[in-house]
């Protein structure tokens, strides 16, 4: 690690939580002679790249703010330099800095830098509301506010796999969600297809969610995980309400997938170019009675699989009067398999928008899983 990048780490861990761009910024200056530099984070629509202190949004596909976004790599254009703000991952947005000469050495050493910025924001964004206030273009509901929260984060890469999901409408989601954890040997993965309206359906998914994670973090097999979470949405809410969703675990030094489905959104796998929907045991949905008894099913993934959960707001995402259903569903997905997780789900949800002209209004949550082999 060169000095410079040493000093701007050390700048960002010492700068207070909501001053991290204009903190590790006096520093660039001092050891790059950057004279401008601000932070464009990526909205909840994945639409629009939003400045967090001045200047205008980025829209337009192609410019090179978002070809850094895509394509994950600096890009040059005249003295200005955009750095994808990323950890683990998770796109958060873009670092633009200027100027910044046509220097490898140099380039490297700030795209090291916007890195570390990425994961000091993942470390204080709890702390502070003002990134979170920044990459909102409008508005959030109640309950979409209650859901973002709820979420693990957007996107997850892992040797062994790559992982994207997304809520719409975006700014106005109430009760469909997805959640996932891994460690060196499983990747746990819950998609769920919320019920009701408002604040009422961010609740319920809210204890789904957290009964999953409190199971999951005893150990509980991913049956057991269900019978758990069923139990707890039962107990509060006595059978009148109960919701949908898919639980999935994956062996990451085999590939064997386990999957639980609970009156689940439908999976999807998408192999060799073929596009195929995974048959599952139709199991209850969580909370629908008591002490429901659940089943594992077992599906042995390949090397380069993809796997898109996809809610009922998806299917039945209606535009003309004509529903976007199957048919549409698959030729799109067929399209995706040169596209990285994110970009795969960013371009569906963009499909879905175009189809109805507009925002979705009925929930959907789309979560796309890549599995690139097992990894030592």
């Given at each position: 690690?060169?000095?410079?990048?040493?000093?701007?780490?050390?700048?960002?861990?010492?700068?207070?939580?909501?001053?991290?761009?204009?903190?590790?910024?006096?520093?660039?200056?001092?050891?790059?002679?950057?004279?401008?530099?601000?932070?464009?984070?990526?909205?909840?629509?994945?639409?629009?790249?939003?400045?967090?202190?001045?200047?205008?949004?980025?829209?337009?596909?192609?410019?090179?703010?978002?070809?850094?976004?895509?394509?994950?790599?600096?890009?040059?254009?005249?003295?200005?330099?955009?750095?994808?703000?990323?950890?683990?991952?998770?796109?958060?947005?873009?670092?633009?800095?200027?100027?910044?000469?046509?220097?490898?050495?140099?380039?490297?050493?700030?795209?090291?830098?916007?890195?570390?910025?990425?994961?000091?924001?993942?470390?204080?964004?709890?702390?502070?509301?003002?990134?979170?206030?920044?990459?909102?273009?409008?508005?959030?509901?109640?309950?979409?506010?209650?859901?973002?929260?709820?979420?693990?984060?957007?996107?997850?890469?892992?040797?062994?796999?790559?992982?994207?999901?997304?809520?719409?409408?975006?700014?106005?989601?109430?009760?469909d969600?997805?959640d996932?954890?891994?460690?060196?040997q499983?990747?746990?993965?819950?998609?769920?297809?919320?019920?009701?309206?408002?604040?009422?359906?961010?609740?319920?998914?809210?204890?789904?969610?957290?009964?999953?994670?409190?199971?999951?973090?005893?150990?509980?097999?991913?049956?057991?995980?269900?019978?758990?979470?069923?139990?707890?949405?039962?107990?509060?809410?006595?059978?009148?309400?109960?919701?949908?969703?898919?639980?999935m675990?994956?062996?990451?030094?085999?590939?064997?997938?386990?999957?639980?489905?609970?009156?689940?959104?439908r999976?999807?796998?998408?192999?060799?170019?073929?596009?195929?929907?995974?048959?599952?045991?139709?199991?209850?949905?969580?909370?629908?009675?008591?002490?429901?008894?659940?089943?594992?099913?077992?599906?042995?993934?390949?090397?380069?699989?993809?796997?898109?959960?996809?809610?009922?707001?998806?299917l039945?995402?209606?535009?003309?009067?004509?529903?976007?259903?199957?048919?549409?569903?698959?030729?799109?997905?067929?399209?995706?398999?040169?596209?990285?997780?994110?970009?795969?789900?960013?371009?569906?949800?963009?499909?879905?928008?175009a189809?109805v002209?507009?925002?979705?209004?009925?929930?959907?949550?789309?979560?796309?899983?890549?599995?690139?082999?097992?990894?030592?």
């Amino acid at each position: 690690m060169s000095e410079p990048v040493g000093r701007a780490r050390r700048t960002l861990n010492r700068t207070p939580a909501d001053d991290l761009v204009g903190g590790v910024g006096d520093e660039l200056a001092r050891s790059y002679g950057i004279t401008d530099a601000e932070l464009y984070q990526v909205d909840y629509r994945l639409a629009e790249l939003l400045p967090l202190t001045e200047g205008d949004p980025i829209t337009g596909a192609g410019q090179p703010a978002w070809r850094a976004f895509d394509h994950q790599s600096p890009v040059l254009a005249d003295d200005t330099a955009w750095f994808p703000v990323s950890m683990r991952g998770e796109r958060r947005g873009v670092l633009r800095l200027t100027p910044v000469p046509d220097d490898p050495t140099i380039v490297g050493e700030l795209a090291d830098i916007a890195t570390a910025l990425a994961h000091e924001l993942a470390a204080v964004s709890a702390g502070t509301d003002v990134y979170r206030t920044a990459r909102r273009s409008q508005r959030l509901t109640l309950a979409a506010e209650m859901q973002w929260d709820l979420l693990p984060g957007r996107s997850r890469i892992r040797p062994s796999f790559s992982l994207a999901g997304q809520l719409e409408p975006a700014y106005a989601v109430r009760g469909d969600s997805f959640d996932w954890a891994d460690d060196r040997q499983r990747l746990w993965l819950s998609t769920i297809n919320g019920n009701g309206e408002g604040v009422a359906a961010a609740l319920l998914t809210a204890l789904a969610t957290h009964a999953l994670r409190n199971a999951r973090r005893a150990g509980l097999s991913l049956a057991d995980q269900a019978a758990l979470a069923d139990q707890a949405l039962y107990d509060e809410y006595r059978g009148q309400r109960h919701l949908s969703a898919l639980l999935m675990e994956v062996d990451l030094r085999t590939g064997v997938l386990t999957v639980v489905d609970a009156g689940s959104p439908r999976l999807v796998l998408l192999r060799d170019g073929d596009v195929t929907e995974q048959p599952l045991e139709a199991q209850f949905p969580l909370g629908m009675f008591e002490a429901t008894d659940y089943h594992e099913q077992r599906i042995t993934l390949e090397r380069g699989d993809r796997l898109f959960v996809v809610s009922d707001g998806v299917l039945d995402a209606t535009g003309r009067d004509v529903r976007y259903g199957e048919t549409a569903l698959d030729r799109f997905l067929r399209r995706t398999g040169s596209l990285e997780p994110l970009d795969a789900v960013r371009s569906l949800i963009g499909d879905l928008r175009a189809f109805v002209s507009g925002d979705l209004v009925d929930d959907a949550v789309v979560v796309c899983l890549d599995w690139t082999g097992p990894h030592p």
